[in-house]
């Protein structure tokens, strides 16, 4: 908070201010603050106070302009292959310590991930590499359970937030973010690459007056570069939802099963199911 704030980091802090009061039921007059240049974050707060914004809201907006610097750019193409960084966040009621300890415990067991913790406080997984664990995701996506596959890394950050928080009732943004840059690329190297040799295809098929065996060739592979360039944004979607299931869990408090335990499970449900079908 000690980094002054240029005129249109102050505006967007006071607008975010706004909303988060508003968020919580809290009565503020944003419009009646000024921002000028190089304003620093207490002056913000205690200018923001004076005028009857809830001085936590303008913490909490100063902290999250900060926190929002590291979140991935768009990228052309992303509609079409998926972004190459996917980044999913929830504000949980756990504590920093805790929300980073359940996320590391649910992507170390459920996900087979190897997360070591950065010097600035994240956390920084990998896939292991390790023959048991690409067997069990490989058994996890035969058998549709959770899985994270074809991802280089997933960053884990948090933020506390004062607003609407107590001793017995923290607050915590949570964000994790997935990178699949080199996932994206190979997809779209393939799929550019196909769709490239089917209008070579076409256009020789042309030349040399094969009016129907030209296209014949070069559509399927059109079309097939084209799926496999769209196979990213399926695939970034699948990443999306099971970081989305992460942030739940943690959010509940749940702990995980490892692959033995949910084989266990689904052993126990099937002898249930067949004891219920003998009644």
Request: aromatic residues 2%.
């Amino acid at each position: 908070m000690d980094a002054p704030l240029d005129a249109d980091e102050a505006g967007r802090v006071l607008r975010r201010a706004r909303d988060l009061a508003a968020e919580h039921g809290v009565d503020d007059d944003t419009d009646a603050v000024l921002s000028g240049v190089g304003v620093s974050g207490e002056a913000l707060v205690e200018a923001a106070t004076e005028v009857g914004i809830d001085p936590d809201s303008v913490r909490d907006a100063l902290a999250l302009e900060r926190f929002d610097a590291d979140l991935p750019e768009h990228r052309r193409l992303d509609r079409l292959a998926g972004p190459g960084a996917i980044a999913v966040e929830r504000v949980v009621r756990r504590d920093p310590e805790a929300a980073v300890a359940d996320a590391e415990t649910w992507l170390a067991v459920t996900y087979r991930m190897r997360c070591i913790r950065t010097a600035d406080g994240e956390l920084e997984c990998r896939p292991r590499a390790g023959l048991t664990a690409v067997a069990g995701r490989s058994m996890a996506g035969a058998t549709g359970a959770d899985n994270i596959k074809a991802v280089e890394r997933l960053n884990v950050s948090v933020q506390p937030l004062e607003l609407g928080a107590s001793d017995d009732s923290p607050r915590t943004l949570v964000r994790v973010i997935a990178v699949r840059y080199a996932t994206r690329r190979r997809r779209l190297g393939a799929g550019s690459a196909a769709g490239v040799v089917g209008v070579g295809v076409g256009v020789a098929g042309a030349t040399v007056g094969a009016t129907i065996a030209g296209p014949l060739l070069a559509v399927p592979l059109i079309v097939g570069g084209f799926s496999v360039v769209r196979s990213g944004s399926r695939h970034a979607d699948k990443v999306e939802l099971e970081l989305v299931r992460v942030l739940s869990a943690v959010d509940r408090g749940e702990r995980p099963v490892g692959l033995v335990g949910r084989a266990a499970r689904r052993a126990r449900r099937a002898v249930a199911d067949v004891r219920d079908g003998n009644d």
